[in-house]
């Protein structure tokens, strides 16, 4: 009798099941782009005893050389990473570059095609923050914010700052970039614990004023902490599903860091470049670790940053550092843009979270993986079309992988000239035009 009662139970007993482990787990995904991160110049840092949380991530976590892409163009790159697809399709593209290389487009602009990560979990209804994205004006509408790369222009247009509510979707949260601008760029120097490198140049004999990168230091710094103070407003406000923040620091600082190498040094790297097209290992070794020493501030207060998202991720949340690509002594010095006889430098990428291999390298990941990696986090179809794929060996789980068409929801799109003319401004400051 106990028996037949225990059948008659049965298939309420396996209905209930669901609802008795507690709270469903949901997945949620953070994601620190650092522009220009280079392994070559943070291991060396962790080997001395800095970086702590660098440390614990290639420790705790999956970890790889991330391969770049030619034109190593931050424009192109990020949007790659955020679509998972080439430039010749998602539209975003060196234009110099196809010329050069005979690439054809079949579209005769440049506006994004196809739609970012953050859209595509909009459309799956979750959440998205995301925050100074390169190439994010206008901003995505989605179910979530959007601070657009476009917000930094407050640091330049300082009276002029009601022109620049389009920057962010919604408008209403315009009030998280105004209420996160610092102005003291001495206080933003103690807080970041970076050096007045401004000063650092006069002091070495060096004009600021002809270095096209080291001449803006001070709008640079400043859109910095305005990005880090962003970031802590928008977490602040809420829950999301998925938190992007982007960085250019690293990039900014490398681009100019080889001004400050020993004169001796810097000159046996560029003879030897000059003379042999590549670099014995005994001296790039010496020369990335003078790098990574007068680097270590920007590390710093990256590490710092990694800290503090580390502590915030529970149980169900994955954490992805990664940078677009790194930098390799060339004959010009320290860069990414590089002649065609050298490949792209290796960017950083990095998954930390509750299902990843402990330590563990992984193999052949490129800037196309991220946004299927994503994707597969979240147990959503990957796209197809995308050039990438799922990182699969860097999870202890397998999951069968779905494939689906996603496509850009189209609204008009316009532009600020004045912002326009400020973003040239930084790329040629950059030396990217």
């Known amino acids: 009798m106990k028996k037949n009662v225990a059948l008659l139970l049965l298939p309420f007993l396996i209905f209930l099941l669901p609802f008795c482990g507690g709270k469903k787990k949901e997945t949620k995904v953070i994601v620190l782009g650092f522009d220009g991160a280079d392994w070559d110049f943070i291991d060396p840092l962790i080997a001395e005893g800095h970086l702590p949380n660098f440390k614990l991530l290639k420790e705790k976590g999956a970890w790889a050389r991330l391969k770049s892409m030619k034109p190593t163009l931050s424009a192109v790159i990020w949007t790659t990473i955020a679509t998972g697809k080439r430039m010749e399709k998602h539209g975003i593209v060196d234009w110099l570059y196809l010329q050069k290389k005979g690439i054809k487009v079949p579209y005769n602009s440049s506006e994004r095609r196809e739609p970012a990560i953050w859209e595509i979990l909009s459309e799956a209804g979750k959440s998205s923050a995301v925050i100074n994205w390169y190439v994010s004006y206008p901003p995505d509408h989605i179910n979530g914010i959007v601070i657009s790369d476009a917000a930094r222009g407050i640091i330049f247009m300082k009276n002029k700052t009601f022109a620049l509510r389009d920057s962010v979707y919604p408008p ?86 080889g001004i400050f190498l020993p004169p001796e040094l810097a000159t046996r790297g560029l003879k030897e470049m000059k003379e042999k097209h590549r670099l014995e290992p005994k001296l790039r070794k010496e020369l990335d670790e003078k790098t990574a020493e007068l680097l270590l501030p920007v590390y710093s207060w990256l590490d710092l940053i990694l800290g503090e998202y580390i502590k915030r991720m529970d149980e169900d949340t994955y954490l992805i550092v990664l940078s677009d690509h790194g930098f390799d ?105």
């Open 172 to 257: 209403k949260f315009f009030d998280i970039v105004r209420e996160s601008v610092e102005w003291n760029y001495w206080k933003v120097l103690k807080e970041t614990r970076i050096p007045d490198y401004l000063k650092m140049a006069r002091d070495m004999g060096k004009d600021p004023s002809n270095h096209p990168v080291i001449k803006d230091f001070k709008p640079f710094l400043l859109m910095e902490k305005l990005v880090y103070n962003m970031g802590e407003k928008v977490w602040n406000r809420g829950k999301f599903d998925f938190f992007a923040l982007y960085f250019r620091w690293p990039d900014v600082v490398t681009h100019f860091i």
């Open 329 to 433: 002594f060339g004959p010009q010095g320290y860069n990414h843009e590089l002649p065609d006889w050298m490949a792209p430098p290796l960017g950083i990428l990095a998954v930390l979270g509750p299902e990843v291999k402990k330590g563990y390298q992984i193999k052949n990941a490129s800037v196309f993986d991220i946004a299927p990696t994503i994707l597969y986090l979240y147990n959503l179809p990957i796209g197809k079309g995308m050039d990438g794929k799922p990182l699969l060996d860097a999870f202890r789980f397998s999951r069968k992988i779905k494939y689906r068409k996603y496509f850009r929801k189209k609204f008009v799109k316009k532009h600020l000239k004045e912002l326009d003319r400020k973003t040239l401004k930084e790329l040629h400051s950059l030396g990217y035009i």
